[in-house]
């Protein structure tokens, strides 16, 4: 599947020619070719050569769009769900709790004998039925991100495959460059550092970003209630 400003490596194979579909050409022996396609995509999203400075923000950016691009939904699958996992125990619970001990619950004790209480064990039952599906949705989210988010085969792998293919097409002298333990080394660890502080922290960072700005409201909100 192509993928427009993701880096990939080369690709070579070998066709076999059946038939001249235009022109005056003929087939001769023998009717097979090597084909080699280049991308001439500069990695990672095809980042231009006066972004490659600086504090590597850009090169961070395009490197996370360039993951986007190739997860596709499942990149928008796993954010939603994640931004949506810290709503039932940030806000949801919370709530829950204080009108039920507060208001309710409270207001079911102070009650007097002529009083219909009635509506308040309603309203008890409810907050329990909030705080169930509020709970089934957060569950919800759980297995989404957890089937969509890719960490091993949509993302570590990947770059791990590239890593090989890139070495595979490497003349022989430059293979010597740099040690074996060192390509070990950059296909084990530095794959793994990509996928796991770079591009899983993307969700991770706005995870938090929307539990503290909900946790912020929140005791605003508490405070002045």
């Known amino acids: 599947k192509s993928h427009p400003d993701v880096w990939q490596n080369a690709y070579w194979f070998r066709v076999r020619l059946v038939r001249v579909t235009t022109g005056d050409a003929v087939l001769a022996t023998p009717s097979e070719a090597s084909v080699i396609i280049f991308d001439d995509d500069t990695w990672p999203g095809n980042i231009p050569s006066s972004k490659r400075g600086g504090w590597g923000i850009s090169l961070m950016r395009y490197f996370i769009m360039a993951d986007r691009k190739r997860r596709g939904e499942k990149w928008t699958k796993t954010m939603i769900s994640m931004c949506w996992l810290p709503v039932h125990p940030v806000f949801v619970s919370t709530l829950v709790q204080k009108i039920l001990v507060d208001q309710a619950i409270a207001s079911i004790t102070d009650a007097g004998p002529t009083n219909n209480i009635d509506w308040l064990y309603w309203e008890c039952v409810l907050l329990a039925l909030v705080q169930l599906v509020s709970l089934g949705l957060n569950r919800w989210a759980d297995v989404v991100h957890t089937r969509s988010r890719g960490r091993t085969g949509g993302i570590r792998q990947v770059h791990r495959a590239d890593l090989i293919r ?40 706005a995870q938090s970003c929307i539990a503290l700005t909900m946790s912020v409201f929140l005791v605003i909100g508490l405070a002045v209630w």
Do not use: I, N, P, R
């Open 166 to 205: 890139k070495f595979m097409h490497l003349e022989h002298s430059e293979h010597w460059l740099a040690s074996d333990s060192s390509w070990l080394y950059c296909a084990m660890f530095d794959a793994d550092v990509a996928t796991g502080k770079a591009y899983f922290q993307v969700f991770v960072f």
